[in-house]
């Protein structure tokens, strides 16, 4: 998607030769517009697919899921880092290992929001080793609702997650990928 | 808003008389043609306030503050309940007390995204005690910007934060305001 790489080269910021930081525009500041464009892009990426819910992991995958599932007519659900004192006590499971906090944490789903007939399209806004991603594919397992896809906004494509994923015959859609950070450079695949 | 009111009756959980649980369309499951419509609730409530840029907090606040910062074209940032490691060192604070689960913590945004130029519309998704509220007002006034006011999905009338921030000469605008959750019964104002 050009529009998002151009404006990854205008406003992302490398931090290390691992980590590119774009909370300008997407994960704690938010351009509405770009979310929106970026929404479509999934929209049209996965419009074959029958899609009946979006998946996605708080905070920052939510405003990019709310606007694929707009575009969809479909709702939206977010994987919960910590269960809610008012949630039911029936809930998915799934593990997450955060590579930049470098711990091991819960993410968990009401079971009244996802089920057997679901067909699930996960969201989220970066992949890179893949944590988060098979966190909410044991979700979607445990509910034993089909999978229809990954969709990314930005994939490390430098580090093993997309493989792995892709590897499981999954369809993974990323917005951008990323070649290397290396050399105070942004290049994308 | 009616459309609201009558989604509230029809899929909100009274969980006590003080708690009601609007996950199936709100803050865990997400209804993005609602969100759609309160976005445009809030944009027209608050069209003549020349507002830059919308403050909202993590997760639950996200998706509303998204739709609104669409339709009146202007950036969105979310406050962070945690500091991410990729977070500039210069943030600006606020304490928020949670009644659901009964601790203090801290939010916070890069000073690099609110400024004294910036008029602030902040969104969230409830105000009961006004704790949240009153973190976010914390960081507008440490970044020395313009308030323009408070919208907030729903209102619990019946808790004092509404009346301490209309007391402070705020304008809040609630969607709907519940009078009262007794007799497992939801009554709005």
């Known amino acids: 998607m050009e529009l ?3 404006r990854i080269k205008d406003d992302g910021k490398l931090v290390s030769k691992e980590i590119l930081k774009v909370d300008s525009f997407l994960n704690h500041q938010i351009d509405p517009r770009l979310m929106q464009e970026i929404g479509r ?15 996605t992991i708080e905070a920052s995958g939510i405003a990019v899921a709310l606007m694929v599932g707009l575009e969809l ?12 004192s008012t949630m039911d006590s029936k809930v998915y499971t799934g593990e997450v290992k955060s590579f930049t906090k ?14 057997n007939e679901d067909k699930i399209l996960i969201i989220d806004d970066f992949l890179a080793m893949g944590n988060a ?8 397992n445990k509910a034993k609702a089909e999978l229809a896809g990954i969709g990314i906004v930005i994939e490390k494509g430098f580090q093993p997650g997309g493989k792995l994923l892709r590897e499981q015959g999954i369809k993974v859609e ?4 990323i070649d290397s950070l290396a050399d105070n450079e942004i290049n994308f695949l």
């Open 41 to 55: 892009e999934f929209a049209n990426r996965f419009k074959e697919e029958e899609i009946s819910k979006i998946l």
């Open 4 to 6: 998002l790489k151009e």
């Open 133 to 140: 991603s098979q966190g909410l594919l044991e979700i979607v």
């Open 102 to 115: 470098n711990r091991v944490y819960n993410i968990s789903v009401d079971s009244t929001y996802i089920n």
């Open 174 to 177: 990323s917005l951008a990928i």
């Open 73 to 84: 007519d479909v709702p939206v659900v977010f994987a919960k880092k910590k269960k809610a």
